[in-house]
């Protein structure tokens, strides 16, 4: 019999909307967990929840869970099987190693009423040494050195990202999800869909416009856009892959509105939706016969849990496209349970030695960060670091950071972002997307990116260059490096004469009818500085004079 092996299906959501649309209070929602105390945003993304699928009176809900609560279960599972396997030969005595300020080791005799089988060679006792901490752990490790075999377990995982509405986030949020997922895409139905607003940055409670507008329709086609030009996974160990993207449009708020604006709202999103009807046809979870899910993300007692009820549901009937499916060893799954869930980055020697500790070779551990990797639960890029970020939240926060420079002015909130001030031309360059290396050093959020002698500053220019984020120049007086995320949106009609300058124009067809579609999120300055590092075809930045353009 083989190794025992985990079938774990899993299925990732990401939280998508417009700024205060009301995505942290869906997730909590979503998890039948209280409404958050005050009126806080999350400024760029949290880090991934976990949550398990579990039946309670015949309800199916979804609940919060944590590393150590699933090893915890899984030392529980293994125990469970290993105490069956037993029973089926001569019990034999039982050592406890307690930890140093407990009794003596107790030998403990066998069960009398199993001494009944036939006689079999006689083996060594067995040891299970309890620590004081990692109990879970060292009981997983001391059941897998027995070569258990045979054994099969099944989870099914959420795996939810709640993303800020912030513009850098959602562009950057395509390069951290390479797959198919659940998009729950949340629209506040108590303000206009069509309507513009300015985007805005949130930190320290205070907002500052980002020279961007946007609205709650656009992020829409924006997320469902982004979703049709994702391709499934092609992992040979993957026993069920995702066949596409899937969308939950969440209607928040719906206790400010009729059901005669509701209606309006849905066909509102029909009509915007017309260019894309071919692919959503088969990839938006309605409700009932509607698109829109409407919900009070603010309910309390039975109403909330009634909604939370209604949302799992959903998720788990019609979702399943979005999902999943793996078969992995035991070993590994022990592994990824027992990476710290308190810290985001990790180096690859503590993950190989982790993987020591379940009998993984060298090899056995990298495979399995590769295959973590490509199924979007972790973050390895061994040809250009040598740590693992089990969460991407600190590159996330360190580039928006980053960006924040170029449109907030105020002085208290630029001391949050940096821990000096910077000189004008350094800003200036920085809106035009010019910087130089040493610029991250003097982010504040340096401390946590930062945090290993294994990940330092030239180990993040190595990543962004690798990521396509980042592009170096050469012989450019205003910096060493262009980020296209820096540059502002163009939020006016299009006013350029065509004798006066030739603009780069990106559609995004569909392969079929040619009809075009929403741009994908994110794939402008991905376009950018692909054609920027080009070797073939040699393309330049405009200079900064008035008769160029840059947006």
């Known amino acids: 019999m083989e190794e025992g092996s985990v079938d774990l299906t899993a299925t990732r959501v990401n939280m998508l909307g417009a700024p205060g649309a009301g995505k942290t209070c869906s997730l909590r929602l979503l998890l039948n967990e209280p409404p958050p105390n005050n009126d806080t945003s999350t400024p760029i993304a949290c880090p991934a929840v976990r949550a398990m699928r579990v039946a309670v009176c015949k309800k199916i809900i979804w609940n919060r869970v944590t590393r150590a609560n699933l090893l915890d279960q899984l030392a529980a599972d293994l125990d469970a099987a290993s105490q069956q396997e037993k029973l089926k030969e ?8 307690l930890p140093d300020n407990t009794q003596p080791a107790t030998e403990i005799p066998p069960d ?36 258990l075999k045979g054994i099969r377990k099944s989870d099914h995982w959420l795996y939810i990202i709640d993303s800020g509405g912030q513009p850098a986030y959602q562009e950057l949020l395509p390069l951290f999800t390479r797959a198919a997922s659940l998009n729950i895409i949340t629209l506040d139905l108590s303000k206009p869909f069509n309507e513009k607003f300015d985007l805005m940055y949130r930190i320290d409670g205070q907002y500052f416009p980002c020279h961007s507008k946007s609205s709650q329709l656009a992020f829409f086609q924006s997320a469902v856009s982004t979703g049709a030009s994702f391709k499934p996974l092609d992992i040979s160990c993957i026993s069920k892959k995702p066949t596409h993207s899937m969308h939950l449009v969440l209607g928040t708020h ?21 260019s894309l009807q071919s692919y959503l046809q088969n990839c938006v979870i309605h409700h009932k016969k509607s698109i829109i899910f409407p919900v009070n993300t603010i309910a309390e007692s039975e109403e909330r849990t009634k909604y939370s009820e209604k949302i799992c549901k959903a998720i788990w009937c019609r979702g399943s496209d979005a999902s999943l499916k793996i078969k992995i060893p035991i070993r590994w799954f022990a592994f990824e349970l027992s990476l710290p869930d308190k810290q985001s980055i990790i180096s690859v020697k503590e993950a190989l030695s982790i993987g020591e500790r379940y009998g993984m070779k060298e090899e056995d551990t990298k495979q399995a960060l590769r295959y973590f990797h490509d199924v979007s639960l972790m973050l390895y890029y061994p040809e250009v670091t040598n740590v693992v970020f089990i969460d991407s939240k600190p590159i996330l926060e360190n580039l928006s950071q980053l960006l924040a420079l170029t449109y907030v002015d105020d002085d208290d909130a630029l001391a949050s972002i940096s821990e000096k001030p910077f000189p004008l031309k350094v800003m200036n360059n920085l809106k035009e997307g010019f910087f130089n290396e040493d610029i991250f050093e003097h982010l504040n959020s340096k401390s946590v990116l930062f945090s290993l002698p294994e ?34 949106s163009y939020n006016e009609p299009v006013s350029v004469k065509e004798i006066d300058a030739k603009p780069l124009l990106i559609v995004w067809r569909e392969e079929k009818s040619e009809e075009i579609l929403p741009v994908p999120t994110g794939l402008f300055p991905l376009t950018i500085v692909h054609l920027l590092n080009q070797k073939e075809y040699v393309t330049k930045i405009s200079p900064s004079t008035p008769e160029y353009h840059k947006f």
């Open 455 to 488: 990940f330092q500053l030239p180990d993040l220019i190595r990543l962004l260059l690798h990521l396509n984020i980042i592009t170096k120049l050469e012989d450019e007086q205003k910096g060493h490096y262009f980020i296209p995320y820096a540059l502002p």
């Open 112 to 147: 009398p009423s199993s001494t009944s089988q036939s006689p079999r060679k006689k083996k060594r006792r067995t040891e299970v040494h309890v620590a004081p901490e990692y109990c879970s752990e060292v009981v997983v490790q001391e059941i897998l050195a027995t070569q």
């Open 90 to 97: 001569p019990l034999l005595p039982v050592v406890l190693s």
């Open 254 to 274: 719906y206790d400010k509105v009729s059901d005669a604006t509701l209606q309006e709202k849905e066909e509102i999103l029909k009509s915007s939706m017309s």
